[in-house]
């Protein structure tokens, strides 16, 4: 079974300064799917940027980028710019790309929580 | 378009008795997902529904359960509740099941054992 594992349970980052999210996985398979969601103090779960493992290029979407090391099995989110209202629980999600059984459903991380000081 | 939505959004009772809980996915989306979160356990895949047939089940007992209707929405029961089922439980809709494709989620349903 795949794990998903994120071993900063609490981030910091001053306004508009830069953070780095950490988030390393377990699988045996070469195709695969891997999402950072965010989670604000709302409670509503939204997708922040998504990965194939096939794409070599790294995955960004305006302030969001990763780092993606298929080779180490790492998963990083940056985010440039902070801004308040990313403050929030970032989770790290894997899905396989095998459509059938379990592998489709989504194995998170525990989770960072992210705190943007003004 | 209407997000996902969970009806009730909280809701509170006691060990022994059995809840339901509603899902309804965006408009044209015919998977819905269900997650159970806790502070200890994080989030739990607990079931997939598609097009009204489950397709994938996560390690939970046989008390939580659930279904999909033709238009589908989705509802998932725990019967016999205990103290540890007081968790936010999270749906989630996406347009197909697997692959690259988004879950969009809703509010959740939180869930007070006493």
């Known amino acids: 079974a795949q794990t998903v594992t994120q071993s900063q349970p609490e981030m910091s980052v001053q306004e508009a300064e830069t953070v780095t999210l950490s988030c390393t996985y377990d699988?045996?398979?070469?195709?695969?799917?891997l999402f950072w969601y965010k989670q604000p103090p709302s409670r509503q779960m939204i997708l922040v940027i998504r990965?194939?493992?096939?794409?070599?290029q790294n995955a960004t979407e305006n302030r969001f980028s990763v780092n993606f090391q298929k080779a180490a099995k790492s998963f990083s989110l940056k985010i440039s710019d902070s801004q308040l209202g990313d403050a929030a629980m970032y989770f790290c999600?894997?899905?396989?790309?095998?459509?059938?059984?379990?592998?489709?459903?989504?194995?998170f991380g525990s989770g960072t929580q992210l705190t943007v000081l003004p | 378009k209407a997000g996902v939505t969970q009806t009730p959004r909280y809701l509170i009772k006691t060990r022994g008795q059995q809840v339901t809980l509603s899902c309804s996915p965006i408009?044209?989306?015919?998977?819905v997902s269900w997650y159970q979160q806790t502070p200890g356990q994080g989030l739990q895949f607990l079931f997939e529904?598609?097009?009204?047939?489950?397709?994938n089940k996560g390690n939970f007992p046989g008390r939580f359960s659930g279904r999909q209707f033709s238009n589908s929405r989705s509802e998932m029961n725990v019967s016999t509740l205990e103290l540890g089922d007081s968790a936010l439980y999270l749906c989630?809709?996406?347009?197909?099941?697997?692959?690259?494709?988004?879950?969009?989620f809703g509010p959740g349903t939180r869930l007070t054992v006493l």
């Open positions: 408009s044209g989306h015919r998977s």
């Open positions: 699988t045996s398979e070469s195709d695969y799917y």
């Open positions: 999600a894997y899905r396989s790309a095998v459509l059938s059984g379990s592998a489709r459903q989504l194995t």
């Open positions: 990965q194939e493992a096939y794409k070599q």
């Open positions: 989630a809709s996406s347009w197909t099941s697997g692959g690259a494709h988004e879950q969009f």
């Open positions: 529904y598609f097009s009204e047939t489950q397709r």
